[in-house]
Nanobody, 125 residues
């Protein structure tokens, strides 16, 4: 069974940092573009960042550029999202997603066919 399992969410003060983890099967990690999405209450789901399958090229939404970093640890079958300088508007449920068979540039939009259960990130004083 293919699963994506997120962890690392929590409550942090503005300006703080969190690192989200997404545990993935090795097959999926090797053959998929992996992305992080988020959805805040009352808002549409937003693509935050993605990493391509083979070259490991990374892409970011303008709202998180220079603050968030996506990375992949093949030895641990895990994709990370390091979030620095967090703002209250970063508060959302964050989801890890995989698009199996996509080896080119990864999109920050729909088309991902595997999803995790989500992890809550809250940025507040």
């Amino acid at each position: 069974q293919v699963r994506l399992v997120e962890s690392g969410g929590g409550l942090v003060q503005p300006g703080g940092s969190l690192r989200l983890s997404c545990a993935i099967s090795r097959f999926t990690l090797d053959n998929s573009a992996i992305a992080w999405f988020r959805q805040a209450p009352g808002k549409e789901r937003e693509g935050v960042s993605c990493i391509s399958a083979r070259l490991g090229s990374t892409y970011y939404a303008d709202s998180v550029k220079d603050r968030f970093t996506i990375s992949r640890d093949n030895a641990k079958n895990t994709v990370y999202l390091q979030m620095n300088s967090l703002k209250p508007e970063d508060t959302a449920v964050y989801y890890c997603a995989a698009r199996i068979g996509l080896f080119g540039r990864c999109p920050l939009s729909d088309g991902y066919n595997l999803w995790g259960q989500g992890t809550q990130v809250s940025v507040s004083t």
